[in-house]
């Protein structure tokens, strides 16, 4: 443990373990936190605002940081950062702030106190003045939402990507708006947006029930709920609770398919079933652990998705990168090379980021464990195509290297394949911030089938099939394609995601271009009112849109003629 806080220390310019032992408050931020606050003067962009001289500070005051509505109404009503609001705040952001963009709770009260006395002792004068808003490189509008369009195609290849730092490293973090009156998102024509159901709160990914129930997971409030269409489909009734006390759940996945027995929900550090029979609103009994721990660390990505393979026979789970790039690990991981590459598959890194940037196999009762791919970043949507059985990942690259670079992507996922993260990006490209680390790598980097504008932000996805006798289906040449859900980027000067899109395919396989499908969420380069972050497919052929940002489900059917 001491050799991973030594690692994150000296990234981020902290003392030396030599000179001063972490203390349990920096260790929990540097595990939990670091990833999107900086609490160093001198520290870049991140995706939240910065951290030093926080106690003390009057809310939403940070210059430079695009805070949500909720937080600016609660500064200007004078709440400041005591000790004691900091308090109340970590244990619970959406409730003590009703519409944050703060997505972790710090429900232990004792580990809520370290990191408070942690942040009291962090201060300091920023380096140099905050622009208001984030300056744009020369030609950062190319990929921007600026130019979405519903049916617009997009190829980007990797013999055109950009130059490391070819532009400056923005923390453009997106101010959530509400939704102008009468505003709905952009579909393609012969398309209707509609309300599937409203006051979601949390909701972030979702998984269609055989009787047509929507499960969803909400990892801020550690639930998992069901919506029940009504008799028409095109309108949820209220959210049930199916259960909740989880720890930040994400995935889901139903077990057999057809006929399930078991829905699994995929805990930030565990993998978790409960009895479930199609229908049930309430958890039966308490949730069987069949995974107690997928990695020693926590922090970082937090989302863990499932999937089955097409056979029933192969759990799947992805784990997210504890870090950006991994700077702090260390050259050599703590075997020989090639016994850690045995133990933890080819291009596995070591140190915090053991068995991260992952996606790991389970038998459906937990055991067997075992490696499939690495280098993955964060394979956020992951899915198993039902007419291939091919494993596909979409995943957020890298930040920090420019507003156009790496691209993020979604790929087909092979069994012992290397994607290049931390040391490598897109093939042979090496990232300059680890040079000459992994030279043995190189040539073993698969390129992804379909690469998506830098910083979109890809998360949940779906094949789109039509259930039998779906009354809404799409248009036939729909079948098979995938559709991801762009959350949005942070690190980029001019904003770009927000949207969902289509993967064509052909042949079983990408095409490797991509499709704008539904557009609109952005109002400026500051302002946005929407971020979709998971698809499925409805039981009457609509595809419905987890916007987690707005708190809605949206319904995308054909418009009736």
């Not at 290849?157 to 708006?177: E, F, Q, R």
């Not at 007419?387 to 012992?416: A, F, I």
């Amino acid at each position: 443990m001491h050799d991973k806080i030594a690692a994150a220390l000296a990234l981020f310019g902290a003392a030396s373990l030599a000179t001063a032992a972490p203390t349990a408050g920096q260790t929990y931020f540097l595990q939990n936190c670091a990833s999107c606050h900086s609490t160093d003067a001198g520290m870049g962009s991140r995706a939240g605002p910065p951290l030093f001289n926080v106690v003390g500070r009057k809310a939403a005051s940070a210059p430079g940081y695009n805070y949500t509505d909720a937080l600016m109404r609660a500064g200007a009503a004078g709440k400041t950062w005591t000790r004691e609001e900091l308090d109340v705040f970590l244990r619970d952001p959406g409730k003590d702030v009703p519409g944050t963009a703060m997505p972790v709770a710090v429900a232990d009260a004792k580990a809520r106190a370290a990191v408070i006395d942690y942040l009291a002792t962090k201060s300091g004068k920023a380096a140099g003045a905050v622009p208001a808003a984030p300056k744009a490189a020369t030609g950062a509008r190319a990929g921007a939402w600026t130019e979405d369009k519903p049916g617009d195609l997009h190829r980007i290849t990797v013999d055109a990507l950009a130059a490391p730092y070819a532009s400056d490293s923005a923390g453009n973090g997106p101010k959530l708006a509400q939704r102008p009156d009468g505003r709905l998102p952009a579909v393609p024509k012969g398309f209707k947006v509609t309300v599937f159901a409203a006051d979601t709160g949390g909701a972030r990914h979702a998984l269609r029930a055989p009787n047509g129930d929507i499960i969803v997971s909400d990892a801020n409030r550690g639930q998992v709920g069901i919506l029940r269409p009504g008799s028409g489909g095109d309108r949820a009734g209220e959210m049930h609770v199916f259960a909740d006390g989880l720890a930040r759940p994400y995935g889901l996945a139903l077990w057999p398919a057809a006929n399930p027995k078991y829905l699994y929900v995929a805990n930030v550090n565990s993998v978790v079933r409960f009895p479930y029979t199609a229908g049930d609103l309430k958890a039966k009994g308490e949730p069987e652990t069949i995974v107690a721990k997928l990695s020693d660390t926590t922090g970082g990505h937090v989302t863990r998705t499932l999937a089955f393979s097409k056979d029933g026979k192969t759990l799947y789970v992805s784990v997210g990168s504890a870090t950006n790039v991994a700077q702090g690990i260390g050259r050599e991981p703590p075997q020989p090379l090639a016994q850690w590459e045995t133990a933890h598959g080819p291009g596995a890194a070591w140190g915090e980021e053991t068995d991260r940037a992952t996606v790991l196999a389970f038998d459906p009762d937990g055991k067997g464990r075992r490696n499939v791919a690495n280098g993955l970043r964060n394979c956020v949507g992951m899915l198993v195509h039902p007419d291939t059985g091919d494993l596909y990942c979409s995943v957020n690259e890298r930040d920090e290297l420019g507003d156009n670079l790496p691209p993020d992507y979604v790929t087909r996922v092979k069994q012992g394949g290397f994607y290049g993260w931390p040391w490598y990006y897109l093939g042979a490209h090496e990232d300059p911030r680890l040079k000459g680390i992994r030279p043995d790598l190189k040539d073993k980097v698969i390129v992804p089938d379909t690469l998506i504008q830098a910083h979109s932000a890809p998360l949940g996805m779906t094949v789109y099939h039509a259930p039998a006798g779906a009354k809404n289906a799409f248009p036939r040449e729909y079948d098979g394609d995938i559709f991801v859900a762009l959350h949005g980027s942070w690190n980029r000067g001019i904003r770009t995601g927000y949207k969902v899109v289509r993967v064509p395919m052909k042949n079983g396989a990408p095409t490797g271009q991509y499709q704008d499908f539904m557009t609109g969420m952005v109002l400026s380069d500051r302002d946005v009112w929407g971020r979709p972050a998971a698809v499925t497919v409805a039981a009457d052929g609509a595809l419905l849109v987890v916007d987690d940002g707005g708190g809605v489900v949206w319904r995308i059917a054909p418009e009736k003629r």
